[in-house]
């Protein structure tokens, strides 16, 4: 991205941050494996504790142990409207050279979200462990979410689809709301 273009990205977030301030809840969470002999998942769930604490727990297991530093991710929101529509973002990234360099401000900002509470805080190789995000807060996603999303208030879905040497490997889909 032009340095310009990322000063406009950022000027647009700072506008909607003194503009917005809508909460988000998730209500379900989706976890896909396309190749279970290489990617599966043990755990994929939205746990609600009480009415204040929620928290969203993946495990992803690789029983094929086979490390790669050839992985893309594709993000992509959609906004229910007679089904789910594709909605703002659809981007895909190249994960290993992001985790390397670090040099992407919309990327670090959406890894912010969930590197506290994961394994995926490391270059790659991936592929050889367990990944996990262990009882992530919906909470820590409001409070860095409700202020900066420029989205109208409605239902998402927050999809992210994981290619692993070319070849979509699995998928997770955290659903929500903004009021
Ligand atoms: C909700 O559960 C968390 C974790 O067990 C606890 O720390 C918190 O006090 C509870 N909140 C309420 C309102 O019960
Ligand atoms: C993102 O864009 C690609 C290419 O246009 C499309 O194939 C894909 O379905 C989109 N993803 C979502 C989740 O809407
Ligand atoms: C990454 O996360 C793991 C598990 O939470 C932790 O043990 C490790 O120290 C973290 N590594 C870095 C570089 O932050």
């Keep these: 991205m032009a340095k310009r273009s990322v000063l406009l990205v ?17 209500t379900n969470i989706k976890c896909v494996s396309y190749d279970k002999s290489y990617v599966y998942f043990d755990t994929c769930l939205l746990k609600a504790v009480n009415r204040t604490y929620k928290y969203i727990s993946v495990t992803a297991k690789f029983p094929g142990k086979q490390p790669t530093n050839d992985i893309k991710v594709n993000f992509a929101m959609q906004r229910k409207e007679n089904g789910y529509k594709p909605f703002l973002y659809n981007i895909t ?10 040099n992407n401000p919309v990327i670090s900002f959406a890894h912010t979200f969930f590197e506290k509470y994961s394994t995926i805080n490391r270059t790659c190789p991936y592929g050889q462990q367990d990944e996990m995000v262990e009882k ?10 409700t202020n900066v999303l420029p989205s109208p208030h409605g239902e998402y879905a927050y999809i992210l689809t994981f290619y692993l040497l070319k070849k979509k490997a699995a998928s997770v889909t955290v659903y929500g709301s903004l009021s």
């Design 93 to 102: 990234i190249d994960a290993c050279e992001y985790l390397k360099k670090r």
């Design 10 to 26: 950022v000027l647009v977030v700072i506008t909607f941050a003194l503009t917005v301030h809508s909460k988000v809840d998730f």
């Design 136 to 145: 992530l807060p919906v909470s820590h996603i409001n409070n860095l979410v």
